[in-house]
C-alpha cells in the first residue's frame, strides 16, 4: 500500500525556520518525482517545489524561491522541505505528492504550519 | 505563475449534468496535454479524478470526464450523485517546468 506521511510541522514565528519531512513507504521512492503542495486555511492548492527522482533538479514557486529549499534521501524513501525566512502567508496544510509523468497521483495526508507571534 | 480561472460554484441536481471549466494560457493548459483534475472533500486529502486532459485512473467512475479546446480545459460530471457534492481544483503543468492549480470550484448538490 501506498503510503506518504508528513511530518515536522507546528508553530513557527515569523522568520523562524521549520523542517518538514515526508516518509514514503509501499512504492520505490527513489523511481518517482515529488512535489510539494500547500493549501492555506479555506483557500485552494498552491504548487510549492519539485524534485527530480536522484535529487539532481529541482524547482520552486516564486512565492518561496530563495526561502524553501527541497531535498530528498533515497536511502531513507524520505522527502523534506527545509523553509527559512516564513511569513505569516506560509501558513498552510503542506502536502507531499507522489508524480507520475507530470500529474499528482497519491498525495500525503498533511501537516499542517502555522507562521504566528 | 497566476493561478488557472476556475468559476468559484457550480450546482446541479441528482442526476444532472455539470461541467467545470479551466482557463490558463498558451504557457500552461493551451500548451500541453497536461491538465489533471483533482476533487477535495471537507478536511480531506486531495484526489485525482482526470489526468492528461482526459484520463481516468483506475477506479474512477466513468462518470467523470475531460476535455480541452484551447486554452480551457473542462470537467464533466453526468449523473450527479450526493457524494460528488466537493471542490474540484484544475492544474496544468507549464512552460517553466512548474505547475499551476485553478482557485477551485465548490460543487453543490442541490
Known amino acids: 500500500e501506498v503510503q506518504l506521511v508528513e511530518s515536522g510541522g507546528g508553530l513557527v514565528q515569523p522568520g523562524g525556520s521549520l523542517r518538514l519531512s515526508c516518509a514514503a513507504s509501499?512504492?520505490?521512492?527513489?523511481?518517482?518525482?515529488m512535489n510539494w503542495v500547500r493549501q492555506a486555511p479555506g483557500k485552494g492548492l498552491e504548487w510549492v517545489s519539485y524534485?527530480?527522482?536522484?535529487?539532481?533538479?529541482?524547482n520552486y514557486a516564486d512565492s518561496v524561491r530563495g526561502r524553501f529549499t527541497t531535498s530528498r534521501d533515497n536511502s531513507k524513501n524520505a522527502l523534506y522541505l527545509q523553509m527559512d525566512s516564513l511569513r505569516a502567508e506560509d501558513t498552510a496544510v503542506y502536502y507531499c505528492?507522489?508524480?507520475?509523468?507530470?500529474?499528482?497521483?497519491?498525495w500525503g495526508q498533511g501537516i499542517l504550519v502555522a507562521v504566528s507571534s | 505563475q497566476s493561478a488557472l480561472t476556475q468559476p468559484a460554484s457550480v450546482s446541479g441536481s441528482p442526476g444532472q449534468s455539470i461541467t467545470i471549466s479551466c482557463t490558463g494560457t498558451?504557457?500552461?493548459?493551451?500548451?500541453?496535454?497536461?491538465v489533471s483534475w483533482y476533487q477535495q472533500h471537507p478536511g480531506k486529502v486531495p484526489k485525482l479524478m482526470i489526468y492528461?486532459?482526459?484520463n481516468r485512473p483506475s477506479g474512477i467512475s466513468n462518470r467523470f470526464s475531460g476535455s480541452k479546446s484551447g486554452n480551457t480545459a473542462s470537467l464533466t460530471i453526468s449523473g450527479l450523485q450526493a457524494e460528488d457534492e466537493a471542490d474540484y481544483y484544475c492544474?496544468?503543468?507549464?512552460?517553466?517546468?512548474?505547475?499551476?492549480f485553478g482557485g477551485g470550484t465548490k460543487l453543490t448538490v442541490l
Open positions: 492544474s496544468s503543468y507549464t512552460s517553466s517546468s512548474t505547475w499551476v
Open positions: 492528461e486532459v482526459s
Open positions: 509501499g512504492f520505490t521512492f527513489s523511481g518517482y518525482s
Open positions: 498558451s504557457s500552461d493548459v493551451g500548451g500541453y496535454n497536461y
Open positions: 524534485i527530480y527522482t536522484s535529487g539532481s533538479t529541482t
Open positions: 505528492a507522489r508524480i507520475v509523468t507530470v500529474h499528482l497521483d497519491f
